[in-house]
């Protein structure tokens, strides 16, 4: 399907690996000139390179705290517009809610709730003043379930879907969307660390947890990076103007609720 977004600017936020990655390399293959992010110079060069000779576009990798004011400031400046936008950042650590003090619940709400609205007020204007706008926030499964331990990540990504309710609707009459892709277990570095923890908790390998783990979805495996940005690419296509302020879960079935 031609997603109608060829020669399209778009920004994925924290894409030099996992989900990101994922996002920015179907959002390439579109055809759209990509920013992609990350910390760890390496890794996002590497990404940058992989996603240019795999779909042939321009691809400008921006080594950023997209959490920090001057971070966001170097990755909105190396494009003179973003016609895309989609929010992605890494998560709060596992922890007991007892142990998350003032400073860790700030630094959780920061990173998934404030820097995306950041991001949506500094691009918005202008997408709505060209009439076309796709933006995309990566939040999680457990907004609709809690985890255990994520508490903070829960509660931080629910305060940014609640936030964006009604901006989403503000600026509909524009074609400019907002929506929000909730990940379930998808193979990434950061599952895999998780995976890695519990496995040494319980004193077993990592095989035995992941194919346990597995095991519980009723798609019986994890999802991959690329299967989810084919997802993203389809939100921020010229033909999903008419979705707005939808939270879709991509969870394999995990989810046991009707809706
Ligand atoms: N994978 C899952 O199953 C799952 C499920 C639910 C929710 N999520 C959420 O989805 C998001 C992505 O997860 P993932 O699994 O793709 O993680 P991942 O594989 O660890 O990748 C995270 C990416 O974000 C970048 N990043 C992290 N902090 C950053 C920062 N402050 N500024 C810029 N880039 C940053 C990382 O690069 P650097 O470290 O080099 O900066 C990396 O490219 C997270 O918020 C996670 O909580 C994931």
């Not at 204007?125 to 999680?140: A, C, H, Q």
């Amino acid at each position: 399907m031609d997603l109608g977004i060829a020669g399209r600017t778009a920004i994925v936020c924290a894409s030099s690996r996992g989900l990101g990655k994922g996002c920015a390399f179907e959002l390439a293959k579109a055809g759209c000139t990509l920013v992609v992010n990350g910390r760890d110079k390496t890794a996002l060069e590497e990404t940058a390179h992989e996603i240019e000779a795999g779909t042939g576009t321009k691809v400008i990798p921006v080594i950023a705290d997209v959490g920090t004011k001057e971070g966001q400031a170097r990755i909105l400046g190396a494009v003179p517009q973003v016609d895309i936008l989609v929010n992605n950042n890494g998560g709060p650590p596992y922890r007991d809610f007892r142990q998350i003090d003032r400073e860790a619940q700030l630094a959780g709400l920061i990173n998934n709730m404030v820097s995306p609205i950041e991001l949506i007020q500094a691009v918005i204007d202008k997408m709505v003043e060209r009439r076309f706008g796709r933006i995309v926030n990566i939040t999680s499964g457990s907004i609709k379930a809690p985890i255990a331990g994520l508490d903070l990540s829960s509660g931080a990504r629910l305060g940014l879907t609640g936030f964006l309710a009604g901006v989403a609707r503000s600026v509909a009459h524009a074609n400019v969307t907002i929506n929000f892709l909730l990940p379930g277990s998808f193979d990434t570095r950061r599952l895999n660390d998780g995976l890695a923890k519990a496995a040494e908790a319980q004193g077993v390998g990592i095989d035995k947890i992941r194919a346990e783990e597995e095991a519980a979805i009723p798609a019986k495996r994890f999802g991959t990076p690329r299967e989810f940005g084919k997802a993203c690419a389809f939100l921020c296509s010229a033909h999903a103007g008419y979705i707005t302020g939808q939270n879709l879960l991509i969870d394999g079935g995990a989810y046991p609720g009707v809706m």
